[in-house]
C-alpha cells in the first residue's frame, strides 16, 4: 500500500467511525467510539511508528532557520519527518508549535498531531506564586482559577500539556523542591491537587486548556537528608498513607498523565517499579492516561546500578508501565530489538502506543492539529489583564502573617518615614521564583515598587547587601551567598533616621526548586548580622520573608515584632505585599509547611507520631524522646497564619458521642471576630485515632472551611465525620474504618484547638 493509500485508508476508518458520533468534538466522544478510532489506527501502524509514539524530544533547532543537517539535531530531525516522535518538549509560540506540528501531521506517513510539552508550574509567562505559597491561601478556587489562567496562557502560545502539578508531600525544607509542591499534608495536599487539574484541564474541548500532569510518580520528596535525586526508604504504611493519596486525588479529577520520579524507592528506581506503575496506578486505580519518565530518568537506572546499559534500561523501563520516554533515546533506539528478541511483547508496546493515541484523540488534536495555533489569539491573551488581576488576587491570599506585635502592622498610610532595606526589596527577577521558564527576567513588581504606589509616606531605600550571585535558571556557581558588608553602615543610618523599616530578606528565587538542596535553611549570606545590626538602632522592624521553603529563623522570631511570609509571588509581587502591609488586604495565609526552630529538627511536620516515651513524669529524665538543647516543637505550626482581625474559638459540640458503620456525626464550632476589621479565618478539623492497627499520628487535618467575618460577626461552622474521613490504609492492606476511640480537635492552626471526643463501632 503506497503513501497516498495509507493515509486515504486512515482517513476513511476516522471518517466511517465518526458518522455514528455526535458533532460535539472527540473530546465528547464516548469510550467505546475513542477506543475504537486508536484501535483502527494502531491496525496501520508499523512497529518502529508505534515505538515513535513512545519518544519525546526537546526542541533541538532553530524552527525559523534551515533544517538541520548533522549530528543529534539532525537526527532527531529525521525521526521527526519519519513519524518516530509522539511529542516535543520546550517549544513554544505559535508560530514555532505550527511549523513543528505541520511537519508531523502533512509530512509524516500518517500524519498523526504531536504533544506539546511545557513546564507551566505556576503561571507561564505572567508568573502567579510558587505552588507552595498557593497552598499557604488554602483557598482552593483561586488555585484553580491559578491554574486555569496559567493553562489559557500556554495554550496560547501552543503548549497542550504542563508537567503540573507536582503533588509530592514534602516534610523536609532542605530540599529545593518543595517550593514546587502543596507542603507536608497529605489531605490538604489531595484536595490542591485535585483543584489544579481541574484548572489546566478543565473542558479539554476548547482551545484554553491543557492536560496535567501529576508527579512525581512517588516518593520523590522523601529523599534522605533532603538531598535532591536521593534514595527513599519508606515502610509501606507510609507510602499508602502519607504519599499516595494525591495522586489518587488527581485520577479523580480525571488527570490524564503521570510522570515518574528520579528516586529509588525501596531500592527499586520508580521509573522501572513495576508495582507503582502496572499493579497501583494502572490496574488497581484504574488510571487509563499514559506515563511519562522524567527527563532523561530511563537512562538514569544505569547509574542507579538497576540497568546494566541503555538497551536494558528500556526493557525494565516499559515492562514496568513507564509509557514515554522523556530524552535518553533508549526506546528508540531499542524497543524494536527487544520485541524481536521477545523481551518484550510487542503487546506491551501497543498498550503504551494506545494510551498516548487515546490522550490525543481526547485533546481533540486528531479533530484539528492546530487547535493551539492562533497568532491572533496568541497575542490576544498573553499577558493580558485578566491573567495579571487573577495572579494579584493569588498572590494576596498567598501572603501569612506570622507576627504582629503591638499591632505594627497596618503600616498608616500617611505622616511616616519608612526605611525599606535588603537587596530582595529592589529585585524585579527574585519573585518570579524557580521554575518560571517562560517568563522575562526583570519583569516582577518588586516590593519597592509596590510601596511607592503609597504617595503620602516617605520612603527611603539601601541595599544593605546582596543575597547571591550567579542567578541563572539552569546553573549555579558553586558559593552562592555574598559576604559583603560593604553596604551596612549605609543601611544603619538610614534605620535611625526613620520611623519604621522594612527589611526584605530571604532566599533568591533561584535559590530553591530542582537540584537546590541547603543544608543550612537560615537568612542566607551575611542578611541575618544586617538583621540584627539594623534591630540595635530601630526595633520597630517589619521583617518581610520572601523564600521558596520553610527557614529557620529563631533569632527574628523571638526578637522582630512584625513578620510577614510572602514566599516567591510571581508577576504581581510587590503590589500584593504593599496591599497587605498598608492593610488594604487583610491577610488571611496559613502555613502549608511547618517551619522549624533550627535545621536539625529536619524533617518536621505536624502529624507525627508519639512514640513509646513522649514525655517521662520525672522532671530531670533524659530517657525520652527530645533534644537536648532544643525544643521538640516548631517555631511556627503547620495552620499558624495571623490577620488583622482577632478570631475566637468557642463552643465545640458534637452531635452525639458515636456513630457505627455507615453513620455519621456533625462537629460545630462557633466562631467570633472580635474586632472592627472584616477578614477571613481558615477553620481547620484535626482527627487523632487513638488505637490502631498500625500506630497513628497526634493529629491529622480532616477538613477545614475559608470562612468570611465582618466586624463582630459571629458564625456557627459545622463538620461532617463519616466513615470514610477516619479510615486509613491499616495492617490489613486495605483502606478501612478500625473501630476505637478518636479525638477531634477544631481551631486556627495545628497546634491552638478546642478539643472533643467520639467512638467508632462496627456493626457488621
Known amino acids: 500500500m503506497d503513501l497516498k493509500s495509507l493515509k486515504s485508508y486512515f482517513i476513511l476508518c476516522a471518517f466511517v467511525l465518526s458518522c455514528s458520533t455526535p458533532k460535539k468534538g472527540l473530546v465528547s466522544s464516548n469510550k467505546k467510539t475513542i477506543d475504537a478510532k486508536v484501535d483502527s489506527l494502531l491496525s496501520i501502524m508499523t512497529l518502529e511508528e508505534k515505538i515513535g509514539q513512545l519518544n519525546q524530544y526537546n526542541g533541538f533547532w532553530e524552527i525559523t532557520g534551515p533544517a538541520p543537517k548533522e549530528g543529534q539535531a539532525a537526527k532527531k530531525y529525521n525521526d521527526l519527518k519519519k513519524g518516530l516522535v509522539g511529542s516535543m518538549l520546550n517549544v513554544k509560540g505559535v508560530k514555532d508549535v505550527y511549523a513543528i506540528q505541520k511537519i508531523a501531521v502533512e509530512q509524516t506517513r500518517l500524519g498523526i498531531p504531536l504533544l506539546f510539552g511545557f513546564d507551566v508550574i505556576h503561571g507561564h509567562k505572567t508568573i502567579s506564586p510558587i505552588p507552595l505559597g498557593e497552598a499557604a491561601s488554602w483557598d482552593l478556587e483561586a488555585i484553580k482559577k491559578s491554574a486555569e489562567v496559567a493553562a489559557e496562557e500556554a495554550a496560547a502560545e501552543g503548549i497542550n500539556w504542563t508537567f503540573a502539578p507536582m503533588v509530592d508531600i514534602s516534610r523536609d525544607a532542605r530540599w529545593g523542591r518543595v517550593m514546587e509542591g502543596a507542603g507536608e499534608d497529605t489531605y490538604l495536599g489531595s484536595k490542591i491537587a485535585e483543584a489544579r487539574v481541574k484548572g489546566f484541564q478543565g473542558d479539554l474541548s476548547s482551545n484554553k486548556n491543557i492536560l496535567a500532569c501529576a508527579k512525581h510518580f512517588a516518593g520523590y520528596a522523601f529523599a534522605e537528608a533532603g538531598r535532591?535525586?536521593?534514595?527513599?526508604?519508606?515502610?509501606?504504611?507510609?507510602?499508602?498513607?502519607?504519599?499516595?493519596?494525591?495522586?489518587?486525588?488527581?485520577?479523580?479529577?480525571?488527570?490524564?498523565?503521570?510522570?515518574?520520579?528520579?528516586?529509588?524507592l525501596n531500592g527499586i528506581p520508580a521509573t522501572g517499579n513495576a508495582y507503582l506503575q502496572r499493579t497501583l496506578l494502572k490496574d488497581k486505580w484504574n488510571f487509563e492516561g499514559f506515563v511519562v519518565s522524567d527527563w532523561g530518568s530511563i537512562n538514569e537506572m544505569i547509574a542507579h546500578g538497576y540497568a546494566k546499559d541503555s538497551k536494558h534500561a528500556a526493557e525494565i523501563a516499559i515492562n514496568a508501565g513507564s509509557d514515554m520516554d522523556m530524552e535518553s533515546y533508549s526506546y528508540l533506539d531499542n524497543l524494536t530489538t527487544l520485541v524481536k528478541e521477545g523481551k518484550v511483547k510487542e503487546a506491551t508496546i501497543n498498550d503504551a502506543a494506545k494510551r498516548i493515541l487515546k490522550v490525543k484523540f481526547e485533546l481533540g488534536l486528531f479533530d484539528n492539529p492546530y487547535k493551539y495555533c492562533n497568532e491572533a489569539h496568541e497575542k490576544a491573551t498573553v499577558g493580558k489583564k485578566d491573567i495579571h488581576d487573577a495572579v494579584l488576587d493569588m498572590a494576596k491570599k498567598s501572603i501569612v502573617l506570622l507576627k504582629n506585635e503591638n499591632n505594627l502592622l497596618p503600616l498608616q498610610k500617611s505622616g511616616k518615614k519608612i526605611a525599606v532595606i535588603g537587596a530582595l526589596a529592589n529585585d524585579k527577577t527574585s519573585p518570579l521564583g524557580s521554575w518560571r521558564i517562560a517568563a522575562e527576567d526583570q519583569s516582577a513588581i518588586s516590593v519597592l515598587e509596590g510601596l511607592q504606589n503609597y504617595p503620602n509616606n516617605t520612603i527611603t531605600y539601601e541595599k544593605g547587601a546582596d543575597v547571591t550571585h550567579g542567578r541563572t535558571q539552569f546553573v549555579?556557581?558553586?558559593?552562592?551567598?555574598?559576604?559583603?558588608?560593604?553596604?551596612?553602615?549605609?543601611?544603619?543610618?538610614?534605620?535611625?533616621?526613620?520611623?519604621?523599616?522594612?527589611?526584605?530578606?530571604?532566599?533568591?528565587?533561584?535559590?530553591?526548586?530542582?537540584?537546590?538542596?541547603?543544608?543550612?535553611?537560615?537568612?542566607?549570606?551575611?542578611?541575618?548580622?544586617?538583621?540584627?545590626?539594623?534591630?540595635?538602632?530601630?526595633?520597630?522592624?517589619?521583617?518581610?520573608?520572601?523564600?521558596?521553603?520553610?527557614?529557620?529563623?529563631?533569632?527574628?522570631?523571638?526578637?522582630?515584632?512584625?513578620?510577614?511570609?510572602?514566599?516567591?509571588?510571581?508577576?504581581?509581587?510587590?503590589?500584593?505585599?504593599?496591599?497587605?502591609?498598608?492593610?488594604?488586604?487583610?491577610?488571611?495565609?496559613?502555613?502549608?509547611?511547618?517551619?522549624?526552630?533550627?535545621?536539625?529538627?529536619?524533617?518536621?511536620?505536624?502529624?507525627?507520631?508519639?512514640?513509646?516515651?513522649?514525655?517521662?513524669?520525672?522532671?530531670?529524665?533524659?530517657?525520652?524522646?527530645?533534644?537536648?538543647?532544643?525544643?521538640?516543637?516548631?517555631?511556627?505550626?503547620?495552620?499558624?497564619?495571623?490577620?488583622?482581625?482577632?478570631?475566637?474559638?468557642?463552643?465545640?459540640?458534637?452531635?452525639?458521642?458515636?456513630?457505627?458503620?455507615?453513620?455519621?456525626?456533625?462537629?460545630?464550632?462557633?466562631?467570633?471576630?472580635?474586632?472592627a476589621v472584616a477578614g477571613k479565618e481558615v477553620v481547620q478539623l484535626y482527627i487523632r485515632d487513638l488505637i490502631g492497627s498500625f500506630t497513628r499520628p497526634v493529629k491529622e487535618l480532616k477538613g477545614f472551611e475559608l470562612v468570611a467575618l465582618n466586624p463582630f460577626e459571629t458564625k456557627t461552622i459545622t463538620f461532617t465525620i463519616s466513615t470514610e474521613t477516619i479510615s486509613y490504609y491499616t495492617a490489613n492492606q486495605k483502606w478501612e474504618a478500625e473501630p476505637g476511640d478518636f479525638k477531634v480537635f477544631v481551631g486556627g492552626s495545628s497546634d491552638k484547638n478546642l478539643e472533643a471526643n467520639f467512638q467508632y463501632f462496627k456493626t457488621n
Not at 526578637?559 to 496591599?579: K, R
Open 228 to 264: 535532591d535525586y536521593n534514595t527513599v526508604t519508606v515502610s509501606d504504611e507510609v507510602l499508602h498513607n502519607v504519599i499516595l493519596p494525591p495522586f489518587q486525588a488527581t485520577i479523580d479529577a480525571g488527570v490524564k498523565t503521570f510522570m515518574n520520579s528520579f528516586n529509588e
Open 476 to 675: 549555579w556557581e558553586t558559593h552562592i551567598n555574598t559576604t559583603d558588608k560593604s553596604g551596612f553602615n549605609a543601611a544603619i543610618e538610614v534605620a535611625k533616621k526613620n520611623d519604621v523599616v522594612i527589611m526584605v530578606l530571604g532566599e533568591h528565587g533561584l535559590q530553591t526548586g530542582e537540584g537546590r538542596s541547603r543544608t543550612d535553611i537560615g537568612l542566607p549570606g551575611v542578611q541575618q548580622e544586617l538583621l540584627e545590626e539594623i534591630y540595635k538602632v530601630n526595633k520597630n522592624i517589619v521583617l518581610v520573608l520572601t523564600n521558596g521553603r520553610p527557614l529557620a529563623i529563631p533569632w527574628a522570631a523571638e526578637n522582630i515584632p512584625a513578620i510577614l511570609e510572602t514566599w516567591h509571588l510571581g508577576t504581581q509581587s510587590g503590589h500584593a505585599i504593599a496591599q497587605v502591609l498598608y492593610g488594604d488586604y487583610n491577610p488571611s495565609g496559613k502555613l502549608p509547611m511547618t517551619f522549624p526552630r533550627n535545621v536539625a529538627q529536619l524533617p518536621i511536620y505536624y502529624n507525627y507520631k508519639n512514640t513509646g516515651r513522649p514525655t517521662m513524669n520525672e522532671p530531670e529524665s533524659v530517657f525520652w524522646s527530645h533534644y537536648s538543647d532544643e525544643k521538640n516543637s516548631p517555631q511556627f505550626a503547620f495552620g499558624h497564619g495571623l490577620s488583622y482581625s482577632k478570631f475566637e474559638y468557642s463552643d465545640l459540640k458534637l452531635s452525639q458521642s458515636s456513630f457505627s458503620d455507615n453513620g455519621k456525626l456533625t462537629v460545630s464550632v462557633t466562631l467570633k471576630n472580635n474586632s
